[in-house]
């Protein structure tokens, strides 16, 4: 060894350093980590699954979707938030939508291109959807009725209107305003490039929601176990409805499933989904 | 109390959880590592593993020749990594994982290796077993150790007078990793499985769901790789949906140890620092100014996400005070908004890629706050190691220019502030700024690079800015709407990664390497205290003033405009 250069000696420490910390933080480690939690906790380690009858049906959790084939909800069931687009709780996709406070403006389709929906209209027609599943109003500021986010390109980009499109309403719609500072607002044609007039968002005069913030935005693994305790009572009447079983029964059902903050002030109020569920399968 | 007041008081409460924890840890844990890092003793095990290396572990290391040996483990360390990823597919373990295309292997070994943690990849359909526990939790444990040794060789510059030598790189690496990283990440593993992090190394199984649809159980050492993921700074999931997937990071109470374990070695040094220099007080101004800046920042972030501007956010709330704070998109609802402000502030604080919610969709100025952060330099506190040398070049550049004002020539902790210093100190500030800002006009000059972008206008900006500053200065978190997993972004930001980690480390050591062979100027009425609060204040004045003086046109490009133009 000795009669090496210095730099070939270096460089063969640097090997020899990099397999033998490789044995003690990349096998030893993890191996003694796995084999304390196997022994100690066995259940959290390998999963945390739930079984019925003796079937593994999922993970306490693992947020799953209580929808049909169709995709429509099913009545009986608590339904999870959204997930974000090819996150919608598989757990070999897991992610977020991306998708920033600004992404208000759609593509609507139009022959030879595939529309995109923004983060604006994703979490109206979702805001709509809820609202109808549960029947309250499905109404939110920045929202048109149709279940689209209400905005409007304004030409020109600076100065006083001349021309304004309600870009997310596809023609023949009926734009959810008539006139935006006295010019006429026309509804989108497909395909059109609206892109040089500024972007408008309208509040609209909402003053009462009843959907609540998590029913209309997708989690950030897009396996999220939890709904607020807000959107579970919501939910509670059509379950009640749909299994035959008082509200109070499921009221007091969801409170039994509910998981307070830790210490009381780290984290929300979250009922568990899953668990919720087989509970009532259970009734 | 209102409910609005309420989720407010909550996101105090848990900051201030966090703070008294930290604050509870700094002079056991500083002085912990003050012993590990001057004790003259090897442990047995240790002396094993200087052997198999074939190091002599009481020889002392010049400065290039701890450089050399920094540079040397580093650049087998990527190769190994990569070769690893390129091998996957004959690996056992590796769960039927195809190889890692070469650029994506390239950027994440660049990426594990330099404490950076970027993912262009998603961990749970790219990396098998054996990649990711041997092969980027390794990385995990000795980029952080790395990290460390950097940091306590340049106290040793300010501690040793008429020097050469600023310890030996071996041991300090083998040290930092078997006394400090190992423990404690074992311990907080093993409270991350009780919490219900998932740590199996079986294969995939699955189930029918109570709707009849299919789920997989996608198995990992989640809970072994997120203790160090987190402690060590790191921030590479095993998981794509990182800290916010419920098997990383099932419940609110890990969420706020995860918090906790980012932080505490960083908030812990300048203990270290203190001792190695002789003096305690030193160290409280350094850990004084890193509270004060973590504490506006987490601040600002907070009080965005629970305002809620933007119209999505807006869209959102409905502006009903009884759902402040519930979760908004990109967050999950087990932590709620604060909460999530509260971790996406510490990962970008230190130097973690860490991400418990989508920091994408935050709003405007939330967001803006986070990639400040990271402009920041990652100094309050910063990553493991990292943050410490950083604010201690920060401290230099403090001094002289407060010797400018005086007209005297400046001296930190005894060492004269000379020319060759302060060029270096310079040198250091003007590596990562100058990185991110060519990397990102790049980037927005071509084509590939403007390809990538998910968001429209500002917004679009904001997230090329965010992925060059994450790789300039090592942090690894993303506006993840950029679609990274390009060759061109693959080798843009593994090259800036590259940079942004190796040339501030030489640069420091240099320095340190110059600091040592002084000796100490005896303190005179002329001497600048540093122990005061008057230091601390202008340590943190002058931090503030040179990151906004390079960084004001890139950030009111991006955040700041997309945050004003409502």
Redesign the interface.
Known sequence: ?KHLPS?I??????????L???V????V??L???G???V??RH??????VERNG?????S?????????SGAP?PR?FQS?PAAAGHA?????????????????DTLPAPGRTGRRS??TQ??ARSLAVGRLEGVSGA????APGGV?A?LRVFPAAGAATRAVSVNQACPATPFVPRYQGVRVECARPGEDYSAGRTV?V?GA??R?A????A?????????????V?YAVLQAPRVARARGLTVERVLDLVRRHT?S???G????P?VNV?EL??AL?GE | MTPSANSAVGAVLVTGTVFLALALCYRPLGDHMFRVYTGARHWRVERVVYRLVGVDADAEQRWPAYARALLAFSIVSVLALYALQRLQDHLFLSLGMPAVPPDLAWNTAVAFVTNTDWQAYSGESAMGHVVQTAGLAVQNFVSAAAGLSVAVALVRGFARARSDTLGNFWVDLVRGTIRILLPIAFAAAILLVAGGALQSFGGHHGWTTLAGGGQTLTPAGAASQEAIKDLGTNGGGVFNANSAHPWENPTAWTNLLQIFLLLVIATSLPRTFGRMVGDNRQGYVIVSVMAFLALISIGVTQTAELHAAGTVPQATAGAAPQWSGLAAEGREARFGVPDSALFASAATLTSTGSVDSAHDSYTAFGGGMLIFNMLLGEVAPGGAGSGLYGILVLAVITVFVAGLMVGRTPEYLGKKIGSREIKLASLYFLATPALVLLGTAVAMGTTAGRAGIGNGGAHGLSEVLYAFASAGNNNGSAFSGLSANTPFYNTALGLCMLFGRFLPMVLVLALAGSLARQAPVPVSAGTLPTHRPQFAGLLAGVTIVLVALTFLPALALGPLAEGLSR
């Open positions: 060894m730099s000696r270096r460089h063969l420490a640097a090997v020899r350093a990099v033998v910390l490789t003690v933080t990349g096998v480690y993890p003694a980590v796995t304390v939690a196997q100690l906790f959290q380690a390998n999963g945390s699954l079937r593994v049906v999922g993970s959790l693992v947020g799953q979707s209580f929808t049909d084939s099913i069931y938030r709780y598989d757990t070999t996709a897991t992610g977020a939508s991306n998708l920033g406070p600004e992404d208000v403006v983060l604006l979490v109206c939110r500021p920045f929202c986010g905005v968002p509040r909402v003053t929601v959907v609540p913030p998590d209309v935005t997708a989690g950030a693994s897009g396996l999220d176990p939890h709904i607020s807000a998981v903050p830790w210490l002030y780290v984290g929300r979250v899953l569920n087989l399968d």
